[in-house]
């Protein structure tokens, strides 16, 4: 005979403010196998726990049902007070008492029955609970890192450092990402390349880090502690052992085309680096765009390069990795302006965006660093900075605030009065947002100390009137429609989600959410790790943040990495799905159902009526197997089971509930 | 419906019956030359307009929805030239999708089923029609060559562009296509999108000048020599408007405010004397001649 323990908190009055406990122990005494039920005010407390275990040696229980909050919270807390008393902690079942009950009911009279619905249908689970053992797995002592921009380099470097190899990945010709095209960073004015380019320097000298550029993730197999990961190195045109980066190249190269990471507001090669710090410093040949490709001849760069590096027919390669752990920084896409028509950009010449603005404040970009008109070249003499281009509108954007655009915006606009003078700078804004450190402090100085105009009204129409740009809008602090002025005008986009970011979450089977933004495991408690054990987030891909967010996101991420990569084995949940061979009729409907590829069909040999037959039954990968259940709903035979969730045991905590009513239909 | 003979039902609406009479004119001209058949639709009623959708919502559904009901019959799609008959029309059909509510109280009163709406198109997307479209290339007889009009949309054709469904809300083509169609160079400007005040033109004349003036305006120091309109309304303030506004501004305007039906009729070879060009205050004919268009 069975012999359970009921332990029933109050926590303070968060459950025993709605929920009679005493009524529901009085209950709970009557339950078939409970031998011992005891109230306690905070069962999760030092005292509540040591209850437990007293009771679990006194009374010889074998089974113990807390009813409580979610299992989210204290599931485990209670499985150690269990194991501590020397029972398996999977003789423990939890009610959840005050997220589904007390917590959303007002009226004691309702909410007290339902109380020991839940706590007797827990007690019925836990007869049935079985002994689970937890396995073990070997980790990969190896991590990699997709995505180079500021928050991958960050990772990688803290990772390599602990000691761990790494390997990092960049789709772009070089690593350093938005960062690099930024001129100054908020709110200290850093000049960003100088912050950033030594860490790159670094993350390509670092012993532990192995770099690939102009490399795409192609494919990710396995779990944590043991993905397997393939790589598609795309041709460079380049042979990188051989070229010095001497560059002689792109300067024979002919062609010209916008410049990516100048965004337009420069030119390139089509044989090119980047920018000069470009890491690793050896150009890529762009074929959409190169002469030979397109025509069949040219090949200057090859009779100039004196170092034989030039290779027209490379190949993509891919190779395979095995890592331990993936951390996720791919970054994020602006919000592409032009859909304001309102706004002009694309008509007007002197409306660009605010990373086009990086690039002409840059003293490396395209004007040296001159604030520059793109229509004739002048100084402008006033520049109006326009905020939430596709942040907070519902109508032609995203909903959500893109958060660094203020502080940005406002550095542009104390860039600009720096530069010129005698120049005005405004910003139009709905709400100015500066949350964190040295921030407002930052804006005040843009108006107190810049004379920065900030007006209060969102743009409805820029036009252009005598070769000037004119901003209406309505000045909402004065309640009165305004038109300003300028000489050029500047639209701070929206960040967005890169727009393959689906395509990454599914080839990681990581989540996302509507806007396209990596989903972390929980806001609050898990915001670097992801639904799938073993691969984490850091940067703009899990949602809008700026330089420092991004990076102390990254080392979070990087030290639950390290964490993980110190150990060499690791324990697995026992809660997996296991296969009845003797039920499964082989049919392997459970096959195409599994999201983790984790079920694959096995033959076994067996002694049917005297003779030896062989068959096929599916086999669970028990450390692919995420315990998710999918597989279970499609067996038609009842064969598949996840342990600690099986068939039989949630079917007794249904019996247990409807059983109490059957009485109650029968009178009618 | 394309592959019917070129026949539609026709919503003038109370101003093309009144105050617009040669947009009428000219629409009808225009689906002359263009061999459309137009087929009024039988005993129609008031859109509401502004005066019906400012006071009851319901009245603001079923009046343009007895329009609706009363050109089914037809199973032709609807031309409704107006920019309010049109934003009417349009808002109706779209309500009857998501107000069952008005649909029933509508169809209680009046003692018939409502069906499914057919297409509303307004002048411009009429015009561009692909059958309508070729003949008009095709039967060009007088290239409105060297003509600079600044194409002007006005606020209700384009908007709400989840009820419009039709052109960029904010920078709309779709008229300085059929401009340039018909030879003339249609002339971009700030203006295009804003509202000339509308119905203000009655209570409050000093903000319909202000916001009328500033259209003509900014199309003046575009480059236009004229303005085509495609709404009863933006006609009647951009015309009737523009002397006081010059004379408040310091300028003098003297821009012809056309219908784009009419210039597209002129090029057709229409005489200028058939089109009731002389009921414009602006002197519309004078440009004509010196363009040797009339």
């Known amino acids: 005979m069975k012999r359970v323990g009921v332990f029933l908190c109050w926590c303070g009055s968060n459950i025993a403010g709605t929920v009679d406990v005493g009524k529901v122990a009085e209950q709970a005494r009557r339950l078939p196998g409970v031998v011992h039920v005891e109230e306690n005010k905070y069962t999760c407390s030092e005292p509540g726990q040591a209850a437990i275990v007293k009771a679990i040696k006194d009374q010889r229980l074998d089974r113990v049902v807390v009813a409580s909050c979610s299992p989210r919270l204290h599931e485990a807390t209670f499985r150690r007070t269990v194991e501590s008393a020397g029972l398996n902690p999977y003789f423990f079942e939890m009610a959840n008492v005050r997220e589904h009950c007390s917590w959303i009911h007002t009226d004691k009279e309702t909410a007290t029955p339902k109380a020991f619905d839940l706590v007797r249908m827990a007690v019925a689970k836990a007869l049935r609970n079985e002994a689970l053992t937890r396995g073990s797995i070997t980790i990969e002592k190896r991590a990699l890192v997709i995505g180079a921009g500021i928050a991958g380099i960050q990772a990688a ?69 043991n993905f397997t990961v393939t790589i598609r190195r795309k041709a460079r045109g380049v042979d990188e052992t051989l070229c010095t980066g ?43 765009n190169c002469t030979f490709f397109k025509t069949g001849k040219c090949k200057i760069c090859e009779r100039f390069c004196e170092a034989k590096a030039i290779r027209f ?35 007007y010449p002197d409306v660009i965006n605010s990373l086009q603005f990086e690039r002409l404040v840059n003293a490396s970009g395209p004007t040296d660093g001159k604030i520059k008109k ?51 700078a405004y910003v139009f804004y709905m709400d100015i947002r500066t949350p964190g450190k040295s921030y407002e402090e930052f804006y005040k100085r843009a108006a107190v100390d810049y004379g920065v105009e900030f007006i209060r009204g969102r743009p409805s129409k820029i036009f252009s009137r005598n070769g000037k740009m004119v901003l209406k809008a309505e000045d909402t ?38 806007y396209g933004f990596l989903n972390e495991a929980h806001p609050k408690l898990r915001p670097v790790e992801t639904n799938t054990a073993g691969i984490f987030l850091a940067g703009v891909c899990q949602g809008p943040k700026d330089i420092p967010d991004t990076v102390a996101q990254a080392s979070a991420a990087a030290s639950k990495v390290i964490g993980l990569l110190s150990h060499e084995q690791m324990a697995t949940e026992p809660m997996i799905a296991r296969v009845s061979e003797a039920l499964c009729s082989g049919c392997l409907w459970c096959k195409p159902i599994c999201p983790y590829q984790a079920i694959e069909a096995k033959t076994i040999t067996e002694k049917v009526q005297g003779k030896i037959v062989s068959r096929e039954v599916a086999a669970v990968n028990s450390g692919l197997c995420q315990g998710c259940g999918a597989c279970t709903v499609a067996c ?28 109650a239909c029968a009178a009618e | 419906m394309s592959g019917q003979s070129a026949r539609y039902a026709y919503y003038p609406g109370c101003s093309l019956h009144s105050t617009a009479r040669e947009y009428n004119v000219s629409v009808r001209a225009v689906a002359q030359a263009a061999g459309v058949e137009l087929v009024e639709v039988p005993d129609w009623n008031c859109c509401g307009a502004t005066s019906a959708h400012a006071t009851d919502p319901f009245l603001a559904f079923a009046l343009p929805a007895r329009v609706l009901l009363q050109a089914e019959e037809s199973g032709l799609d609807i031309l409704a030239p107006c920019a309010a008959c049109y934003g009417r029309l349009m808002t109706a059909k779209e309500e009857a999708h998501r107000r069952p509510d008005l649909v029933a109280r509508f169809e209680k009163a009046i003692g018939r089923k409502l069906g499914p709406a057919p297409r509303i198109l ?44 039709f052109d ?30 509308a119905s203000l033109g009655i209570s409050r004349v000093d903000l319909v000048v202000e916001l009328s003036g500033r259209i003509v305006q900014q199309a003046k120091h575009a480059g236009a020599e004229a303005i085509a309109v495609a709404c009863p309304l933006c006609q009647t303030n951009l015309d009737g408007r523009q002397g006081t506004a010059a004379a408040k501004l310091g300028e003098a305007f003297g821009l012809p405010i056309y219908y784009i039906t009419e210039l597209v009729a002129l090029a057709l070879g229409v005489a200028p004397g058939r089109l009731g060009l002389g009921k414009h205050l602006t002197n519309s004919l004078a440009l004509l001649r010196q363009k040797k268009l009339a």
């Not at chain 1, 990092?168 to 938005?178: A, K």
């Not at chain 1, 200290?188 to 912050?195: A, E, F, Y």
């Not at chain 1, 792109?250 to 390139?268: I, L, N, Y």
């Not at chain 1, 390669?317 to 095995?322: A, D, F, G, Q, Y």
Request: charge should be negative; glycine fraction near 8%.
């Open chain 1, 636 to 663: 038609r035979d009842g064969a598949m089971n996840i342990s600690g969730f099986t068939n039989d045991q949630l079917l007794a905590e249904v019996d247990e509930l409807l059983g109490a009513s059957r009485p």
């Open chain 1, 157 to 225: 470097l803290d990772i390599a450092d602990a000691g761990h190899e790494v390997i990092l990945l960049e789709r772009e010709p070089t690593i350093g990402g938005r960062m690099a095209q930024l001129d100054k960073t908020f709110p200290t004015l850093d000049c960003s390349q100088c912050i950033l380019t030594p860490k790159m320097v670094d993350a390509a000298k670092h012993p532990n880090i192995t770099l690939y550029t102009w490399s795409e993730l192609e494919k990710v197999a396995g779990y944590i502690g």
């Open chain 1, 374 to 424: 793109p229509s004739d070249h002048e100084i402008p003499k006033s520049v109006a900075f326009v905020l939430c281009v596709g942040s907070r509108d519902e109508q032609k954007g995203t909903t959500y605030c893109s958060r660094a655009c203020c502080m940005y915006s406002i550095k542009h606009a104390i860039q600009f009065r720096d530069k010129v003078k005698d120049g005005r």
């Open chain 1, 477 to 514: 602090l004065l309640g009165r429609p305004i038109e300003v002025e300028v000489e050029m005008v500047v639209l701070a986009p929206a960040m967005l989600a890169r727009n393959d970011a689906a395509k990454i979450a599914q080839t990681m089977s990581i989540s996302y959410d509507g």
């Open chain 2, 122 to 165: 307004n002048v411009l997307e009429f015009l561009a029609e692909p059958k309508v479209a070729e003949t008009i290339a095709a039967g060009l007889k007088r290239p409105l060559t060297d003509l600079k009009v600044a194409p002007y949309y006005g606020c209700l054709l384009v908007r709400p562009s989840k009820v419009t469904r």
């Open chain 2, 168 to 197: 960029d809300a904010e920078r709309p083509t779709s008229m300085d296509k059929i401009l340039a169609s018909v030879g003339a160079t249609p002339v971009d400007f700030p203006g295009k999108t804003e509202c000339c005040g």
């Open chain 1, 246 to 288: 001497c560059g002689v190249c792109q300067s024979k190269c002919p062609v010209k085309v916008p410049s990516e990471f100048d965004e337009g507001m420069g030119m390139r090669k089509a044989i090119y680096s980047p920018f000069p710090q470009a890491v690793p410093n050896r150009p890529v040949m762009d074929r959409a």
């Open chain 1, 313 to 347: 027919d490379q190949e993509d390669s891919l190779i395979e990795v095995k890592v331990g752990a993936i951390v996720t920084a791919t970054g994020f896409d602006l919000f592409k302006v032009e859909k304001y028509g309102e706004y002009g950009y694309g008509l």
